[in-house]
């Protein structure tokens, strides 16, 4: 059942608990999630362009990706709030549709016109020209702008994860692959690393470093964390509890894909083969999909809950993807189910990319923030590349957007920008406006000079 925030018990007295709190141990070191005990989580902050009251909460962005496009024909939803009703592939969203904006229109002008695939994608996230053969150039991307920003108020600047390892060499179109293999970039000329492994992405939430690994993070806090217990409110020592607890199941889970992975590495070094040439599972990624899917979204959840970090990008799937779905009953992989993107298989694909999207965005709701839940306080968006995998037409693109980012956005409405002029449909022009609400105040981004209206 979903956690609501409560009245604060005031039968406990307020203590001299740090603001930041974190939970340590023997080569662990565990950020805590809010905590009524503590008056409030951020610095006062003065009003801005961007609206931010003076008491102002984490405010987080989150940007999800599935390259070649979705099934057009059940894409849609109509009405508004409690009445939305929402298309076949969007069905994994009803529980939540009142927190939804269904965006129709948007485009990327430098992904028009240029060909297939890597150029459809490199920019993505930055609305940056991107340049062909050996020399990568491009854009910083909306993340990282955020995090150049806002992340010298978190332990982390950002968070990049991925589900597929990159891959290397040149598309036919003579863009680099660099450009379909990445969505995060820190400038023209370089994505950010992007980490695909669970356990390695587990242990930099919770600095989790050396040989101590393989002992349960919990363990290693107990002593803080019983200190902790005895100063905060009788709430708060439920909501540690709850918090802890779904640490301890997300870890469980990690502990195995660890092992695969160590095992992985030693085959490595045996083959003198580099890990990431090699296939899923020997390369020691999750063997099932779902699960390395699950896993990244519960890890995003995890480090916006406890502020360790508040921008994060997941790449589901890269551009021309190989994975296969046979939990699904499809037979082809991403890429060649895609050019039949009006199938019934591929309605699947796109359904089950959009329930990990309603994944992430649930755990968020669950998560209470004393006026409401950190998925209210954070903006998260859901895109491909294209609008259409047979046709490669990225002239309007797929996007979601969820959360109300503290109040800032309003929710549970379809918007569609298909008959504006392609000056007042730009998708630079949504990142502004959402800049503006983390903040971040700029003149221009990407090839947007002005923000979107109606958002």
Known sequence: MKARPKQPDRTATPTAVPRRLVLQGAGVAA???????????????????????????????AALFMACGVNADHWWAKGSGADMELGKT???????????????????????????????????????????????????SL???????????TAQASLVLGCEQPITGYHETNFSMAYSSHISWQNATSPVPMEVYPSLAFDSLFENRGSRRNKSVLDRIQDHYASLNRQVSV?????????????REVEKRIERL??????????????????????????GLPEDIREHMRLMCDI??????????????LLLCRDISGLFYPFLDVRKAH???????????????????????????????????????????SCILYMSNMWSGSKHDSSKLPLLQVGGLDGTLQTGRVLDYRDKPDDERKLCSLYLSIM???????????????RLAGI
């Not at 490595?268 to 020997?282: C, F, I, N, V, Y």
């Open 143 to 153: 993340d990282q702008m955020l995090a150049n920003h806002v992340g010298q108020q």
């Open 31 to 61: 950020c805590l999630p809010w905590l009524e005990s503590i008056s409030v989580w951020g610095e006062t902050a003065p009003n801005s362009p961007g609206n931010i009251p003076n008491k102002s909460y984490p405010r987080r962005m």
């Open 90 to 140: 969007l069905q994994p969203l009803e529980s939540i549709k009142t927190k939804v904006n269904v965006i129709h229109g948007l485009f990327n002008q430098s992904a028009v016109g240029v060909g297939i695939h890597p150029g459809q994608t490199g920019n993505i996230l930055s609305g940056a020209s991107l340049r062909k053969g050996a020399e990568l150039g491009g854009g910083i």
């Open 300 to 313: 995003i959840a995890m480090a916006f809950q406890t502020d360790k970090t508040r921008v994060a990008t």
């Open 436 to 450: 503006d609400r983390m903040g971040v105040n700029l003149p221009q981004f990407g090839d947007a000079r002005s």
């Open 335 to 377: 890429h060649p189910a895609s050019h039949d993107d009006l199938s019934d298989e591929y309605e699947r694909i796109s359904r089950f990319y959009c329930s990990q999207l309603a994944y992430l965005a649930r755990r968020l709701d669950e998560m209470p923030e004393e006026d409401g839940t950190v998925l209210d306080h």
């Open 258 to 283: 660890r092992t695969e992975q160590n095992k992985a590495i030693q085959r490595t070094q045996e083959k003198g083969k580099p890990l990431a040439s090699l296939e899923r599972p020997d390369n």
């Open 235 to 247: 709430a708060d020592r439920a909501r540690l509890d709850e918090y802890l607890t779904s640490v």
